[in-house]
């Protein structure tokens, strides 16, 4: 079982990013999904999740307005769109999987983890 996240890179403040992330060795179209990031030297947070059928989503204060998750049930795809984008947005970010249809910003509702891909934010 494989999430793999992509679509990280150097930005200048102020501008945007498309993150991605997809399924593989098994479908996660009944469960909910999120996004989580790493800063250098800090604790992994949350940053959005969403709910199987695309409802129940819900952001950490930073990232409301600014963020937007969705998902394409099809393509077992999430994607993290980030705009607005502050020097204190850089981190790693992984997505992962929770075990049920709905979510909330807990690390241990998630047992599926990508990779991570890193966002680099420039001033």
């Known amino acids: 079982v494989q999430l793999q996240a992509s679509g990280g890179g150097l930005v200048q403040a102020g501008g945007s990013l498309r993150l991605s992330c997809a399924a593989s060795?098994?479908?996660?179209?009944?469960?909910?999904m999120a996004w989580f990031r790493q800063a250098p030297a800090k604790e992994r947070e949350f940053v959005a999740t969403i709910g199987w059928r695309g409802g129940s989503i819900y952001y950490t204060n930073s990232a409301k307005g600014r963020f937007t998750i969705s998902r394409d049930t099809a393509r077992d795809t999430v994607y993290l769109q980030m705009n607005s984008l502050k020097p204190e947005d850089t981190a790693t970010y992984y997505c992962?999987?929770?075990?049920?249809?709905?979510?909330?910003?807990?690390?241990?509702?998630?047992?599926?983890w990508g990779k991570g891909t890193l966002v680099t934010v420039s001033s």
């Open positions: 060795g098994r479908r996660f179209s009944n469960n909910a």
């Open positions: 992962a999987a929770a075990r049920k249809a709905v979510a909330g910003s807990g690390r241990d509702e998630y047992p599926y």
